[in-house]
């Protein structure tokens, strides 16, 4: 398995909901990556982690939740959003931290906040 | 602060072209430079990796060269053809601790039949 899969690939939420973003890797990968990408911009990092533990966050606001329960997958945890935060949100994971291996990307989620 | 750029920022081409995609950085201290694709509203695919030791990379048609001295990267599509359209992003890794990624605006490119 060579893949980073995302569920859902779609999703719409209002302003007041909670929901859930899934990545799930096989590779036996120890880094993932969440990044968001605006249309026509490229994607920016948001979290980073190694070895399950949350490593970077680029002052991402709180409503944005990652969680990492084992080495295979990735969440994030929206709350409370804003029409502003509607996004492709990407998944990516390496085998270190990218330092040799490069990464390998999920095809995303499209948010939709209304 | 690493910035990447990408050159043109659109380009259109007859099919069974030869053509040259231009990425440039301003740090030279990068652990290495990834070319992705992306079709509309789609993830990302990587398509070469180059370590910074290391000067091209080859897969079919594709090949990516890497100038870190100049701060330049290329990629070169070989008798390119309609399915190549796409945007083309390139991205470099310059930290040790973060394992981020910089990110070009990308080239979005059509193959015309």
């Known amino acids: 398995d060579t893949e980073v899969t995302q569920t859902p690939k779609h999703l719409v939420m209002g302003m007041t909901n909670k929901k859930s973003l899934k990545c799930e890797q096989h590779m036996g990968h120890r880094a993932m990556y969440w990044y968001k990408q605006k249309a026509k911009k490229p994607p920016e990092l948001m979290f980073v982690y190694s070895y399950e533990k949350l490593s970077i966050n680029e002052s991402v606001p709180s409503r944005f939740s990652p969680e990492c329960p084992n080495s295979s997958l990735l969440n994030l945890h929206l709350h409370a959003l804003q029409p502003e935060d509607s996004a492709l949100y990407l998944c990516a994971s390496s085998q270190g931290r990218a330092l040799y291996y490069g990464y390998t990307f999920g095809s995303g989620t499209r948010l939709t906040v209304v | 602060k690493q910035e990447v750029t990408q050159i043109p920022a659109a380009l259109s081409v007859p099919e069974g072209e030869n053509l040259v995609l231009n990425c440039s950085f301003t740090?030279?201290?990068?652990?290495?430079l990834q070319w992705f694709r992306q079709d509309p509203g789609k993830g990302l695919t990587s398509l070469l990796l180059i370590q910074s030791s290391q000067r091209e990379q080859t897969s079919g048609r594709l090949n990516a060269s890497l100038d870190k001295s100049s701060g330049r990267s290329t990629l070169y599509i070989a008798a390119s053809q309609p399915g190549d359209s796409a945007t083309y992003l390139c991205a470099v890794n310059g930290s040790s601790n973060t394992g981020k990624l910089i990110f070009g605006q990308g080239t979005t490119l059509q193959v015309k039949p």
């Open positions: 740090d030279s201290a990068i652990y290495n």
